[in-house]
């Protein structure tokens, strides 16, 4: 069953929710979409910062949940979340992660009024739907100055420990270190604050000036890979430069398409070497 993207739009948020349940054998399909309209609401009459944030630099968010299974009131599932944010003087929208949440499991009644409050789990969705939205406003605010986003990293950490050994939020759910435990443990480790660092470089000083100035943008974004290269060296099975390159490849292959002949070849053999696993995308450069 598929149901209706919906829109929502908060002071801090532009939010686009879809619910999937194609295999649920479940005679009151209806729920589906009470679901999606419940978390619709819970994310958009919330306010989650102290921020001002201008209209051109609202937190774009899209969380796409599939159910597969419903007993009881108890849904088990995956989703998705994938947070972009505009690039400066264009129309243009950066991807700024992608993360496949492969163990999703949280109790939910029809019409149930949702609610949150912090340091408490009042209901496993919304503590889940919290802890989303502020890895959201962690990675926007980290593209916009360096390590910006700690305070939102910080608290999606400790809604990690207060759900300790609960389903879907240990270190060992999900596939590997592709979990929520490790999302915020990595980035609030400062193992990982040159990374982050060079992830804000990428976008404040690489693609923002790239729309201006291609060739100028083009410059900046590589003596940040070469940097991001030699600070990974020792951690390319991490989840930070996991998700880097899961959310960049295509980006950075529309962005070298306009390079000179020696640029293309440098950059192809430097993004396959920093990511194999897209190797064959990156010759898409070369063409």
């Known amino acids: 069953m598929l149901i209706?993207?919906?829109?929502?739009?908060?002071?801090?948020?532009?939010?686009?929710?879809?619910?999937?349940?194609?295999?649920?054998q479940q005679s009151n399909k209806e729920i589906f979409e009470t679901l999606q309209n419940s978390i619709q609401q819970f994310i958009s009459n919330r306010k989650w910062t102290d921020e001002k944030i201008d209209v051109n630099e609202k937190l774009?968010?899209?969380?796409?949940?599939?159910?597969?299974?419903?007993n009881n009131d108890v849904f088990d599932g995956s989703a998705q979340l994938q947070i972009t944010r505009p690039v400066f003087n264009s129309s243009y929208k950066t991807p700024l992660v992608q993360f496949n949440d492969p163990s999703v499991?949280?109790?939910?009644?029809?019409?149930?009024?949702?609610?949150?409050q912090e340091n408490m789990n009042l209901n496993n969705l919304t503590t889940m739907l919290a802890y989303y939205v502020y890895v959201s406003l962690a990675v926007e605010f980290d593209s916009y100055a360096e390590q910006g986003g700690s305070g939102y990293w910080a608290k999606a950490q400790s809604i990690v420990n207060l759900m300790t050994n609960q389903a879907g939020w240990n270190q060992n759910d999900g596939q590997g270190f592709r979990n929520r435990f490790y999302l915020a443990e990595n980035f609030n480790n400062p193992r990982f604050n040159e990374y982050?660092?060079?992830?804000?470089?990428?976008?404040?000083?690489?693609?923002?000036i790239f729309y201006e100035n291609p060739e100028?943008?083009?410059?900046?974004?590589?003596?940040?890979l070469e940097k991001l290269a030699e600070e990974s060296r020792n951690n390319r099975n991490s989840l930070p430069h996991k998700l880097f390159f899961t959310t960049k490849w295509p980006e950075l292959v529309e962005i070298y398409k306009g390079g000179t002949a020696a640029e293309?070849?440098?950059?192809?053999?430097?993004?396959?070497?920093?990511?194999?696993?897209?190797?064959?995308?990156?010759?898409k450069i070369k063409s």
């Open 4 to 24: 209706t993207i919906g829109n929502l739009r908060s002071q801090e948020i532009e939010a686009r929710v879809q619910v999937v349940a194609p295999r649920v």
């Open 216 to 224: 100028k943008g083009r410059k900046i974004i590589t003596e940040i």
């Open 264 to 283: 293309k070849t440098i950059i192809t053999r430097l993004l396959s070497d920093m990511d194999p696993t897209n190797a064959q995308r990156y010759e």
């Open 196 to 208: 982050r660092k060079l992830n804000y470089q990428f976008h404040r000083n690489g693609l923002d």
């Open 105 to 116: 499991t949280f109790n939910y009644k029809a019409f149930e009024n949702l609610e949150y």
């Open 60 to 70: 774009q968010m899209s969380l796409f949940i599939e159910i597969t299974s419903l």
